[in-house]
């Protein structure tokens, strides 16, 4: 069973910054895109950014910018650094990652990591 475990979350004043961390493990079958969400309370869990095997990435105009995505690939991670924070991002925040199984991509999440930003 493939797991994905995120880490780095935690409580930043406004203007601050946080690295995101997830693991990808168990990975038996081809991985594909990675990437992270986000929600916050009583809100619909958002896209923020995604990257491809190859490196390509797509941000979330709210966080152009502000945030980079990136993977290492040998590691089967992915990193989310966030900089200039604001307390609209404060939210949980996913990881994603897609695996290719029988001709299909397949998406799998984490449990989420909590990132609060005060004002």
């Known amino acids: 069973q493939v797991q994905l475990v995120e880490s780095g979350g935690g409580l930043v004043q406004a203007g601050g910054s946080l690295r995101l961390s997830c693991a990808a493990s168990r990975i038996e079958f081809r991985l594909g895109a990675m990437g992270w969400y986000r929600q916050a309370p009583g809100k619909q869990r958002d896209l923020v950014a995604t990257i491809t095997s190859g490196g390509n990435t797509n941000y979330q105009d709210s966080v152009k910018g502000r945030f980079t995505i990136s993977r290492d690939n040998a590691k089967n991670m992915t990193y989310l650094q966030m900089n200039s924070l604001k307390p609209e991002d404060t939210a949980v925040y996913y990881c994603?990652?897609?695996?290719?199984?029988?001709?299909?991509?397949?998406?799998?999440w984490g449990q989420g990591t909590q990132v609060t930003v005060s004002s």
């Open positions: 994603t990652a897609n695996l290719w199984i029988a001709d299909t991509w397949y998406p799998y």
